[in-house]
């Protein structure tokens, strides 16, 4: 008889639902003056965990994307403080604004 392996009873079984837990508590425990930091923070680890040159957050308007919040490794360069990046990734714009298809690029090599 084969036995099924006993199930995972710690979080290291889930390494995305535990990284969310983590920056969510985080997050809500922040003031307002902190909350930039936090999510600066926040970002640098899921570079970390996910072992990926360079995260951040994005807001849209219109056909502008820019970047809000940004962590990359040092050897990444940074982007330009308030550069379109509809502009400069015509691709991935279209790709996941117009297609609604994911865009993942592990490492800034890839492109």
Same mark, same amino acid.
Do not use: H, Y
């Given at each position: 008889m084969i036995k099924s392996p006993a199930p995972c009873q710690?979080?290291?079984c889930?390494?995305?639902?535990?990284?969310v837990t983590r920056i969510s508590a985080r997050i809500v425990r922040s003031s307002s003056e902190e909350l930039d930091d936090v999510i600066l923070q926040s970002l640098k680890e899921i570079v970390t965990v996910y072992n990926v =040159?360079?995260?951040?957050?994005l807001s849209v308007k219109g056909n502008t994307l820019v970047v809000t919040h940004g962590w990359?490794?040092?050897d990444?360069?940074?982007l330009p403080e308030g550069q379109n990046l509809a502009d400069l990734y015509p691709w991935s714009w279209r790709r996941l604004?117009?297609?609604r298809e994911v865009v993942?690029? =592990?490492k800034i090599d890839d492109l």
């Open positions: 710690d979080s290291s889930f390494p995305l639902e535990e990284l =040159d360079r995260c951040g957050l990359q490794n040092a990444v360069p940074q604004f117009f297609d993942a690029i =592990d």
